[in-house]
């Protein structure tokens, strides 16, 4: 006699009615098999679990169970056939007995992997998703091509802050049902376009919210307050508002701000390939996983990359029309830059990085290798108000210059195309005596012929 195990997770969204109706695969289960049906909820802490004797199905080929949801009591009935066992998973010792071949507990020493719907608004609002009403219920389909947005674009919204705890939803931690607390979540994910991965960041401490506890108190006085707002954020990208309201949507996840490390731009993840990370589940970070994590986690320490990057893949952010300009001519400007410096100031290839360094998770535009291992550093900008420049590049060159201990930086270098008017200017030089920085201004020039030269104003 084998023990099958078929598992199914109650998805309100992609049912249109109240009363919902869910199938599970029967062919291959004989008379003499038994088989157990796991049941959990993707934002609900619930797991119950069924046991049938294989005699009940003969000449069928699935079963059918219908979900009803009152006041948050959830009832599970089936259709044509009778379990011989039901155990609510919640608090009892024979859930462990019943899914140790299955993965499903972890404890608080252990990391997992999560899979973010994606989204460029740094998930804090939806970013919209192309969907449609007849693809709802299809589970081939990915939630936010049914419904045009998906819990995790709250994940950070400000709105759901309080007492330094940010609140939210990650589909896959509501499988967590027994595990309080994990140890750190990786976060990535998947454009669609690129078919690239990115890694979003990583939360320690991550907290699964479970029933009675009081983060879930909280969680659902803050998504009360916010419940209207969160419909105009789906109206303003044109997501289905009728399927969230239907959706009994609840946080299931909270942490510290402090206990966040999430990166200005998602790091892509070359080696995360193949359909097996295509799912919103809980992976176990296992040491092969890590590996591949630990290849594009930032340094700790400052590592200097020679070379122009090719084909450099980034994560699109939501910014103004022109995108495609903006990014051949930022190109354009540190091509040009990297040959200048190589014959300006015989600087050997080895000596110049373009879009190669990194300072933490952030890169910089280029990177220069002077005597006596100092650096200079240059920001290029592309827009032709040369304060809104400056103001742009600043912070980021501070943050590069200083997020390292052990790096001697030697200059700090603004490139744009923009010319300096006598009130820039002067305030540039207010600010350079202010500073006691070597900061610098350099203005890009086409000239006739498509070559390009560098002014360095000041």
């Not at 084998?2 to 199914?8: L, P, Q, S, V, W």
């Not at 919209?128 to 389909?141: A, D, E, T």
């Not at 309201?245 to 790091?267: A, G, H, Q, W």
């Not at 550093?377 to 052990?406: C, P």
Request: proline share 3%.
């Amino acid at each position: 006699m084998a023990e099958i195990i078929k598992n199914r997770t109650i998805r309100p969204l992609s049912r249109s009615e109240t009363s919902k109706n869910y199938r599970v695969d029967v062919s291959n289960v004989t008379k003499s098999d038994r088989l157990i049906v796991n049941i959990t909820h993707d934002s609900l802490p619930f797991k119950r679990s069924f046991t049938f004797d294989g005699k009940e199905f003969q000449n069928r080929k699935s079963i059918h169970f219908n979900v009803t949801e009152t006041d948050g009591r959830i009832q599970i009935a089936w259709s044509k056939v009778t379990p011989g066992k039901v155990v609510d998973s919640i608090g009892h010792s024979s859930v462990d007995k019943l899914h140790k071949n299955l993965k499903s507990e972890v404890n608080e020493k252990e990391s997992r992997l999560f899979r973010l719907t994606y989204n460029t608004n740094g998930w804090t609002i939806p970013s919209g998703h192309p969907w449609k009403i007849s693809l709802q219920g299809n589970s081939g389909v990915p939630f936010e091509n049914q419904f045009g947005f998906g819990g995790e674009e709250w994940l950070f919204n400000p709105n759901f802050q309080s007492e330094g705890v940010q609140y939210g939803y990650i589909r896959g931690a509501e499988e967590l049902s027994v595990v309080k607390l994990l140890k750190k979540a990786y976060l990535f994910t998947y454009e669609r376009n690129s078919r690239e991965r990115y890694l979003v960041g990583a939360i320690s401490n991550l907290e699964i919210i479970k029933t009675h506890s009081p983060q879930r108190n909280v969680a659902d006085s803050l998504l009360n307050e916010y419940f209207e707002e969160m419909k105009a954020d789906l109206i303003k990208v044109g997501a289905d508002v009728k399927g969230f309201t239907k959706s009994n949507f609840r946080c299931n996840v909270s942490f510290k701000l402090e206990d966040m490390d999430i990166y200005s731009m998602p790091l892509l993840i070359t080696s995360l390939k193949g359909q097996k990370y295509n799912r919103f589940k809980p992976y176990i970070v296992n040491k092969g996983l890590k590996e591949i994590l630990d290849g594009v986690l930032p340094s700790d320490e400052f590592i200097f990359r020679p070379g122009i990057a090719k084909n450099s893949k980034t994560f699109d952010r939501t910014i103004d029309i022109g995108t495609t300009t903006v990014n051949r001519t930022h190109s354009e400007i540190t091509e040009n830059l990297a040959k200048y410096l190589q014959v300006k100031y015989s600087i050997t290839k080895d000596r110049v990085s373009v879009e190669k360094t990194y300072f933490g998770a952030n890169i910089a535009d280029v990177v220069m290798k002077e005597i006596d291992d100092e650096y200079s550093i240059f920001e290029v900008k592309t827009s032709n108000n040369a304060r809104k420049n400056i103001r742009e590049s600043l912070g980021q060159l501070l943050d590069y210059a200083f997020w390292y201990k052990k790096i001697r930086v030697q200059s700090l270098i603004i490139v744009s195309p923009s010319e300096l008017t006598k009130n820039e200017r002067l305030m540039f030089q207010r600010l350079q005596f202010a500073m006691n920085l070597n900061i610098k201004y350099w203005q890009y020039l086409r000239i006739d012929g498509g070559k390009a030269n560098f002014k360095e104003i000041l």
